[in-house]
């Protein structure tokens, strides 16, 4: 795929319909690849597609739309959902941007790779149903299914929702993935179990500000925690309530906006499952105010920022909070 | 830290009663900004006005904080009070003390510590207020009034006696309303019709105002003094400015089973039609739904026989745009269904009918000509039985609980009718109680007890039950001389309860102004601003809020006509300062704000933040129109990243205000 990506890159370089490329570069180890803009055909040299190719290249664009002529960047179906979210917002000129869609089986988490015995990793590759992993000490072959991150175990849609032309065949949009079972087993618990969840979860919080950092929905001009007059700027978990209010915060302001990417978790060296506090809030808006995905369409109006009559009344969530 | 005086009001005891004022005062005299603290029995007294003056001068106050009554009560006051006194009027905060603390609180020493909180928070946001300058906007001189009723008729009438121009929406084809309905009016039992008709006419013909009949309001924007209303003028594919009304159409039309609407469906209309001899405007209406032309595209025949070519088979609904500074609602009311009374028998016998399927039968143009006669069979009744209360002051959940009000009366005159014009007729009347107040109400009550022998009984009737020989038994308690009652009746009345016209509540939501539980719009207040609805601007005249008869709705229109008067009188109205204002440097420009915003007061730019000359830096930020916007705040809240900030009410304030509470 990388070869068909780089000279389909190229092209668009040298026909002048693109200035830069948007893309991936290796990172220090092999799995773990860094978005980088190439700014000539030759510098595609450097370019790598990979199962590693994780991380969500669509916030990228909010500075780059900024820039002179267009730029050329790779979205997989997640990241697609993202760009249409950005464009919702007027984050990004769709203008400014030439989008080569990429058909997605998955990413593979490099900590499952490990679990399964792999050191020294120094390629993968996808085989049918399988992923052979080159390592120091020699070949393994692993069900695919298996090293997957958990966004991609419970993938919510195969479909690159926009784009200007594809690379592969696009996938589906798939409804019954699970994606809010573990948020359904969080609802289950008492109160006290659940506080003390995610008491244990968010106390390994170091406030690296990572999760902020990749969220494509995270791109205001000046953070709320990064500015001293919102009264809740600090750069480090001072007590365990900032703790909690960080990451609670954050859920809030991406409510409704989250289209589920799962970057937060994927980069959180603490391996916080941050994405099941924005799940949560999904399942309840589909819940109350029917189903509804952001960037499944650009320019849709979210259910909190919207009134319908057929709303549900604020009433509707206290019942359904008795009847538990 | 600024100079604070705190001024606080026993409003006689109904502060003082459950609040310790003299301590309220004294502990917050110590609050470290507070320089002078004092109490006093009515703030809002010249007296008491006085004291703030002085403290202000004498104290260099910076700031003022009235512990009193709710904000919405005086705060208008106490602002013009210190901005006597030299200071700008929104540096003044009032805590209110008494709704939400004297009177919801029994034990002194609760109130007295809420007081101190309460005043403790107001203290907090002075602090951090900021002087601000009202701006002014211009009146738009045009009033719209919803509906074309007796209640919409005389508001536009009134209004445009006064010199403005008014538009009357009306969704039906023809203005007139209810009122075209009705047979005789009480007291005085005077023809409906030609009380009501020389007032459609004079709306027709006076210059000033413009009806759009068979049009409905789509959408609401804007603000008092400039509100933008869309107006939807639904296709009657005919030309208003070509029909004569000369009525071939409405003649030949091949299509005759149309369930007449004027007549309540108690006999049809053809496709095309005019709902009545006097309708205004005398125009056709073809009823798509049922013309041949539209269903099946054969026949075209009312095409054929127009001389004045009005008739267009293409015509399409239309929208409207217009501006007004003052909109009337006048959307009236209908008699509920009472199909799910079926202990009335209502569906099952076409004798059982409503008062205002009687009052049909009764006029000269209903379907019996004005013959009192049964839908049945034609025979001329001669047992007739009233039942009051269908449906009102009904607790059981079936029907409303409030009581209709005119159906005391309009039933005492249907049984008069029918003694005076049918003596051989024998009329019982049941009800649970007889409301006449209103000035000649009673005697014509009287009247029909005394002079006109109807008999009246206290009691519900339990079951009317249609039998074999075309008669309806009557199963009734007469609950004074404790018996039951078994009546053989040829007629059954049933008086239905009133309820507001389905269209309020769409139209309240695009108006933002409230309403009750039974969706009657609410007034700004019950006793004192009663045609005025809480929403600047928004006016309500007519059964929309609340049962009432002709003479109450004519003397409400009048009332909410005047208030428009007064309204388009202006030139300019002051704006309230308190809006929201964008953090150009924050702000992404994402939309958010504008999607909620209820006003539209949001629209965004593309500024040029660059120092550098790439365009790099060429953002979408939003900008809010200081005229339009209301300080609703609904922005502030949704702004990810809190560009967004409410002058008066900003978020560093409210922030303060709870961090005074929670100290």
Redesign the interface.
Known sequence: MQEVMVKRASELMKDGTVSRVLGWKNGEFVYDPTPAVFESAEALSAFVYNDFCASNLSKYLIALS???GKTLVFLKPCDSYSFNQLL????IDREKIYIIGLECSGKVDEAKLREAGCEGILSVKTEGEDIVVDTLYGEKTLPKADCLGERCITCKSRKVVAFDEMIGENGEVNSECGRFDQVAALEAMTPDERYEFWRGELSRCIRCNACRNICPAC??????FD?P???ISQKAAADTFEENMFHIIRAF??AG?CTDCGECSRVCPQQIPLHLLNRKFIKDMNECYGEYQAGAEAGS?AP???YT?DDCEPSVVYEREASK | MRRIGVFVCHCGTNIAGTVDVKAVAETLGKEPAVVFSTDYPYMCSEAGQNIIKEAIKEHKLEGVVVCSCSPRMHEATFRKTVQAAGLNPYLLEVANIREQCSWIHKDKTEGTAKAIVLGRAAIAKVQLNTPLIAGESPVVKRALVIGGGIAGIQTALDIADAGYEVDIVEKQPTIGGKMTQIDKTFPTLDCSSCILTPKMVDCAQNEKITIYSYSEVEAVTGFVGNFSVKIRRKARYVDETKCTGCGVCTEKCPVKNVPNEYNLGMDNRHAAYIPFAQAIPNVAVIDAAHCNKFKTGKCGLCQKLCSAGAINYEQEDTIIEEKYGAIVAATGYNPISVDKYDEFAYSQSKDVVTSLEFERILKADGPTEGHLQRMSDGKQPKTIVFIQCVGSRDTSGCGKEYCSKICCMYTAKHAMYCREKYPDTEVYVFYIDVRTPGKNYDEFYRRAVEQYGVHYIKGMVGKVSPKADGTLHVQASDLISNEQLHISADMVVLAAAIEPDKSARPLATMLTASMDTNDFFTEAHAKLRPVESPTAGVFLSGVCQGPKDIPETVAQAGAAASKVIGLLAKNKLSCNPCVSQSNEAMCNGCSTCANVCPYGAITYEDKDFSRRKDGSMIRRVAVVNEAVCQGCGACTVACPSGAMDLKGFSTSQIMAEVDAICK
């Open positions: 900024k820039k002179n919702t917002e007027h984050r791109s205001c001009e000046n953070c709320v500015n007059k919102s009264g302001h991406v906006r109006r909190l920022v919207n009559l």
